[in-house]
């Protein structure tokens, strides 16, 4: 197993999921809770001599004031989500990480996130003085701890939508763009470029734009980096790439297919907002036309209920025909804690993209497809074949010690 230290940069660092990677993160370090949830502590991947929790170094950039403890008992005292126990026992850890947070941007983030925002976030200067501003942080951050490498991973609440027809297809025509008072790139995709163009790896676990332009895509190869996206494929979502094939494979004709989602943390009242909505219903109905080969009438709600915290409940309604043309139903009720669904994947990503890097592989890594809801450069939706796709790059790459 290496030995050296891999930064780990969090945007949106001290909201729910971040808050719960880093727990859970430095629980395992500390031999205090098992990897249950962990994809990259399965068998297929254990001789990959994967980096020790203990090697992972945790910074990022936050746009309110608060403290990664408060943020943890919050979780503890309102969603049930995790052991008070736990979080007192790695309380330094989190007070350690809270010194190297860093305010991020608000370029484009939309109303809902801007609301949350301190006072105290740089507001001024143009699109490429904040990549400046948010690069001179990743440089601090790597040689102050002397890491080999750092991972970028977006976390952060879900931007509005960004039109992505206005945006050039190759980075000589995108990046004169960051000069313009009205340049088009919302704050996803600026951290994008700032990592990419730092040699830093880049992941974007929300549905935001991020690094999904083909030109930024064009920017990761050009630097020799790596990136991937979008959308933590943690839930509902998750349900319908494993169920969605059992209808295609079985003849069985989805007639309409509806999902409710309810839940109470910051992320749903983000989405409150029907423009941040927006986003990830798109992200959210991707799949079940790429899977069946038709378009069944499908309707996605997202709800937020304030008491029920970071507990997400979905309830779906397949209505399907059946042989004789005979129309039959299968509902499910799917319901988990929304920030204990997504940590592990974090992880999980940190630890495949950063064994990546050490191999030297660069530009989309899409043997991670399994792990979003619209992964980049993917057209395969089916979970199995996703997770067939993560054991082929497995079983290629050689035993590491």
Not at 54 to 64: K, N, P, Q, S
Not at 82 to 94: F, K, M, N, Y
Not at 202 to 213: C, E, H, K, V, W
Not at 225 to 249: I, N, W, Y
């Amino acid at each position: 197993m290496t030995k050296h230290r891999i930064g780990v940069w969090l945007i949106g660092a001290q909201g729910g999921v971040a808050t719960t990677t880093i727990v859970g993160c430095a629980a395992l370090a500390r031999g205090l809770v098992e990897p249950i949830g962990l994809v990259s502590a399965l068998e297929p991947f254990r001789r990959l001599g994967l980096i020790g929790w203990d090697r992972l170094v945790f910074a990022g950039h936050e746009i309110r004031k608060t403290q990664l403890y408060e943020e943890a008992m919050h979780l503890v005292r309102e969603s049930r989500a995790l052991e008070a126990s736990v979080v007192e026992a790695v309380r330094d850890d989190l007070e350690a990480v809270d010194r190297r947070i860093r305010f991020g941007t608000v370029y484009r983030v939309g109303a809902a996130i801007e609301k949350l925002a301190s006072p105290e976030v740089p507001r001024e200067g143009s699109a490429r003085q904040i990549i400046k501003r948010l690069q001179a942080d990743f440089t601090e951050f790597v040689q102050s701890e002397q890491l080999a490498h750092l991972v970028v991973v977006n976390v952060a609440s879900t931007e509005p939508p960004a039109d992505e027809a206005v945006l050039p297809k190759r980075w000589a025509e995108l990046e004169p763009l960051l000069d313009r008072a009205d340049c088009p790139l919302p704050a996803s995709s600026l951290y994008a470029i700032a990592a990419l163009q730092e040699g830093h790896s880049y992941i974007n676990f929300t549905p935001s734009l991020g690094s999904r332009p083909t030109a930024i895509s064009e920017l990761a190869r050009l630097c020799g980096t790596r990136h991937m996206g979008c959308d933590g494929k943690t839930g509902e979502t998750l349900l319908k790439s494993v169920l969605a094939p059992m209808f295609a494979q079985r003849n069985l004709r989805v007639m309409s297919w509806v999902g409710h989602n309810i839940f109470g943390n910051m992320d749903a009242q983000i989405l409150n907002d029907p423009q941040h909505k927006q986003t990830k219903l798109v992200s959210k109905d991707r799949l079940l036309a790429e899977i069946l080969g038709y378009r069944p009438q499908t309707h996605i709600s997202i709800e937020y209920i304030q008491s029920l915290g970071d507990w997400k409940t979905a309830w779906d309604h397949v209505h399907f025909q059946g042989f004789l043309g005979t129309p039959m139903v299968l509902q499910f009720i799917w319901q988990g804690c929304d920030s204990l669904l997504a940590a592990p994947l974090v992880l999980d990503l940190v630890r495949f993209t950063e064994l990546a890097w050490r191999h030297g592989q660069t530009g989309t890594l899409t043997f991670l497809a399994s792990f979003f809801k619209s992964p980049y450069e993917v057209s395969e939706h089916r979970f199995d074949r996703q997770y067939q796709m993560l054991e082929a790059w497995a079983q290629q790459m050689p035993t590491s010690c």
